[in-house]
Every structure is written in structure tokens, then in C-alpha cells.
């Protein structure tokens, strides 16, 4: 992928760091070098998930949800965009009175609206097209692992940020490559991958934040993973780094497990617009 500029804050020139990495000095966003262009429209790098992956997925979408919950504060709808297999928007659905998804994946539409009866709309965000009431309504936007795959990801959260109300909450969720796993692996972590055109970190999420004018209201990491909460991770964690691992244990969310916080692949901010 040829760069010019960063496709997150449009800073030039970026740091070349080696021939599959370029960083932005400016944002902290770092550039996929051998990003490819990828259509998701008859599935992309995403199937419809079998059972044990959909309980997991469903698990995942729980945990984000309790880390927005403590901001709900009468909001009841929430959109998802880039919904996916449709997890969020049924775990939300136990919650909120009101859920709608946004993808341009047809089987995983397909697999949204046949399986879980949940709405979808089959297109890219587009506030035009949302029912006139729920616009109305004290909304949750949540935007979780797509910008990574975009041009131009500010963008799409602009676009977010003029759809919303004041007081309306949006959830980001990207990869980090100041996370565990590519600081361990590098290139050879599964989430830099050619569909991805970045890896984030806490400074590019804080930019977002920043540029589009939201009040944060939570920043932290998090990783989805089977033994996220098992007494072996949370021994192997302790053995690698007691210090660091007591410490986060006393500050730690309540919504966080120590390996959210430790490992950290993830990163988050819950935002809102005043």
C-alpha cells in the first residue's frame, strides 16, 4: 500500500519503520505497508460462525456491554456498526429496548436476520436510512473492529459524530500493536493481516477523541480470549510479573480482567458527545 500521509490524522511524512510498517509520529497510528484491498460483500475474511464460536462471540459482546453500562443513563437504543454475526446487537437486546446493525456482509445479513431475527441493514452507516424514531432516542453507537480496516477512519467516526444527539454514547474497540501479543509475535500476530491497514494505540484513540470534540468517559485494554478470566492465566500472569500483576489487580475495573488489562490487545474508549 503506497502512503503518502497518515490515514488517520493526514500528518506526512510517516516513519518507515521496515518494509511492512510505516508509523505516523504525529497520531501514533501504525500503517499496514502490505494492506490489500478486500471486499466484504459475499463474506470477506468473515464466515458465519458455528456454535462454539457464536457462545464465545456472545461472551465478548456481554463484556463490552458491561463496560458502557455504567454510562447508560437512559439510553435504550443501540447501533452497531459493522455488526458482524450479530452478537452485539443480541447481547444488547437483552438490555435495551431498541437494537439496529449496520454491515455489507450478505451471508452474515443473511445469518443475522434468518437465526436471531434481529434488524440489520445491509449497507455502509448512513444515519439517512435509520428509522426517524430511534434517531430521536438516547442512543449507543458502537464501532468495534472496524476502523482498522478502513481508508479513512475518521471519516466514518465524523459521520458517527454528526448522527448523534447530545449525551449520545459511542464505543470504539480496535487492535493495539502496543498490546502483548504483536510487542511478542510482530508481524506475526494474527490481527496484522492484509485486510488491516493499521494497528492503533492509547495515543491514536486519544486523537479521535480530541479531534472530533467527544468527552471521554473511559479509556482502557482488554483482549478476547477462552481463559481471559482462568485461574491459569491468571497464574501464568502472576509468575511472568508479581509486581505488575498486584498492581493492577487493586486498580483494575470492575469490568476488566486482570488479563484485559495486562495483556492488553485491545484497546477501547467509551465516548460522548456534549
Not at 25 to 52: F, K, T, W
Not at 103 to 111: C, E, M
Not at 260 to 273: A, E, H, N, P, T
Request: net charge positive; aromatic share 8%; charged share 20%.
Amino acid at each position: 500500500m503506497m502512503l503518502d500521509a497518515c490515514i488517520l490524522c493526514s500528518h506526512a511524512p510517516l516513519e518507515i519503520l521496515d518494509t511492512h510498517a510505516a508509523r505516523c509520529p504525529q497520531c501514533g497510528l501504525l500503517h499496514n505497508r502490505e494492506a490489500e484491498e478486500m471486499s466484504y460483500i459475499e463474506g470477506g475474511g468473515q464466515a458465519v460462525p458455528d456454535d462454539a464460536k457464536t457462545r464465545w462471540r456472545l461472551i465478548n459482546a456481554r463484556r463490552r456491554l458491561n463496560i458502557i453500562a455504567p454510562h447508560f443513563a437512559g439510553h435504550d437504543t443501540l447501533i452497531d456498526i459493522g455488526c458482524g454475526s450479530g452478537e452485539m446487537l443480541l447481547a444488547a437486546k437483552r438490555r435495551l429496548p431498541h437494537v439496529l446493525g449496520f454491515d455489507t456482509n450478505r451471508p452474515l445479513i443473511r445469518y443475522i436476520r434468518e437465526n436471531l431475527g434481529l434488524p440489520v441493514i445491509e449497507s455502509y452507516f448512513d444515519d439517512a436510512v435509520i428509522e426517524p424514531d430511534l434517531l430521536t432516542r438516547k442512543k449507543i453507537f458502537t464501532l468495534s473492529h472496524v476502523l482498522e480496516h478502513l481508508e479513512q477512519p475518521l471519516g466514518l467516526v465524523k459521520q458517527i459524530h454528526a448522527a448523534m444527539s447530545p449525551g449520545d454514547l459511542l464505543y470504539i474497540e480496535v487492535p493495539l500493536y502496543t498490546g502483548q501479543s504483536f510487542c511478542q509475535q510482530g508481524y506475526r500476530w494474527n490481527l496484522w493481516a492484509a485486510e488491516h491497514r493499521a494497528l492503533f494505540s492509547p495515543q491514536a484513540l486519544d486523537f479521535i477523541a480530541t479531534h472530533c470534540g467527544f468527552k471521554m468517559l473511559s479509556v482502557g485494554t482488554r483482549i478476547f480470549a477462552r481463559g481471559s478470566y482462568s485461574k491459569k492465566t491468571r497464574l501464568r500472569l502472576f509468575f511472568r510479573q508479581p509486581l505488575r500483576f498486584l498492581k493492577c489487580l487493586a486498580t483494575k475495573p470492575r469490568t476488566l480482567s486482570i488479563a484485559d488489562v495486562m495483556i492488553g490487545d485491545y484497546g477501547f474508549v467509551v465516548l460522548r458527545k456534549p
